[in-house]
């Protein structure tokens, strides 16, 4: 059986760790393995990338970005092979898994203009002869370590920007779906990167307790669950090192009772069951103001959720996929039945679903709750799988009280025609992303992503202007070349501006 290797200074690696299985979610079959790295492979791709930080620094930010321009290039040449590898691997539909890549092209598009994006400040005659400039300098080595719900975006969410600014790069990509961001990395060797510049080490815990203990690695990008988050950022930061740490969510859609009803319903479709409910920015909270607006709501969705067309990701024109694994599924399940023992009444139960042909693969149907309330657990939780909540509350203002006291703040949505209702939700609620008429309102590349509350640690959001932030540090220089005939004297007193 193929084994899925490491990727260490441009040359492929088994390292010295143990293997996991790899499976088509689909089928329940395991259909490869992937290398785990231990400590000593961990040690030895962060080795490869410290030893190729030097050179690239200093090579100048035009010719960083010509390998960008190439990698596009590839990435849209194997877009195909790519998009099936993501979907054989996760079980999101092929058609899911080509947006998914497109939006991770866009990174790449973006990090292309990184000649502008490094230009610094400056601020001629500061003094006497003096001249003042801050400019942006990479930090080093620097690590990544994403989740399986986006195995080729998420990671061209950091390293495509890191490596532009002239960091060197350690990738830990999920270990469930580990396949296109190997291909994908490979493809940016390829793209003339020289060796050492990417490396992608597979795995898990070790692989990840490694990365955040090497004193080589000055930065970590984290996206995944929050508990992971919060112990990644908490250790990272005690480490001494710049983390980000982007975590879980539970994202919620306000239906106003003036919102066109059938349009919301459509956009809740693709929001709520679309990658089966596994993205961070599913909306898995509808939270409709007046029964009146919860009704119409549930009678738009009803019929459109038994309709859903549920396969294997692999075959073309499905709507939904499996769950990721047997565990997932369990889990997923685990929670329906804890909403109903709760007292939510189950309107669309997806349970018991069998896909013919396919009937070892991970499926579960959509699933709609009503009369859910915020004491819930299927409320205050993340369940990442097929199932959209109702919850009915009398006004606006309760819509916003119920979401600003969630612990996430991921994404949110307001379905409306009235502006004044639109501008007041988007002001005061707390959440990092939001969109009005707009179910997933993801930010574009030129644009930065990231929760607020327990959906993220750290100060600066993920791609886009907030990348370039956090990949590199600023450095201020005061420069004076006096004159030839300009006489000097001790000055005592502190330089103050004029000097
Ligand atoms: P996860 O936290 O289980 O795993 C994420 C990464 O951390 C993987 O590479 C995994 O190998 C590693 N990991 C897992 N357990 C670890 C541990 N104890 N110590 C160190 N490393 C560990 O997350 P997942 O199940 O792969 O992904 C789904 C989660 O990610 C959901 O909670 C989802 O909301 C979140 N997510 C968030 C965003 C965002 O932008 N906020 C985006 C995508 C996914």
Redesign the pocket.
Known sequence: MTVIAHLIDGEPHNGTGASLDVTNPSTGEVIRQVACADAATVERAVAAAKAAYPAWRDTPPAKRAQVMYRFKQLLEDNAERLTYLVSEEHGKTLEDAAGELRRGIENVEYACGVPELLKGEYSHNVGPSIDAWSNFQPLGVVAG??????PAM?PLWMYPMAIACGNTFVL?????DPGSALAIAELLQEAGLPKGVINVVHG??EA??ALIDSPDVKALS?????P??E??YTRGAANGKRVQA????KNHAVVLPDADIENAANTLMGAAYGSCGER?MAISVAVCVGDETADQLIASLEPKIAALKIGPGTQKGLDMGPLITAEQREKVLGYIEDGVKSGAKLVADGRGLSVAGHEGGFFVGGCLFDAVTSEMRIYRE?I?GPVLCVVRVESLDAAIALINAHEYG?GTCLFTRDGEAARRFADSIEVGMVGINVPLPVPVAYHS?G?WKR??FGDLH?YGPDAVRFYTRRKAISQRWPSSFETTHAEFHFPSGGQ
């Not at 984290?222 to 929050?226: C, E, P, Q």
């Open positions: 370590i994403t989740p399986f719900n986006f998420v830990k990509p999920s270990e469930r898990s815990r990840v307790d984290f996206v995944g669950s929050t992971v988050a112990s990644i982007l975590g879980g969510a961070c993340e990442f991921n992503f929760g959906s993220l993920a």
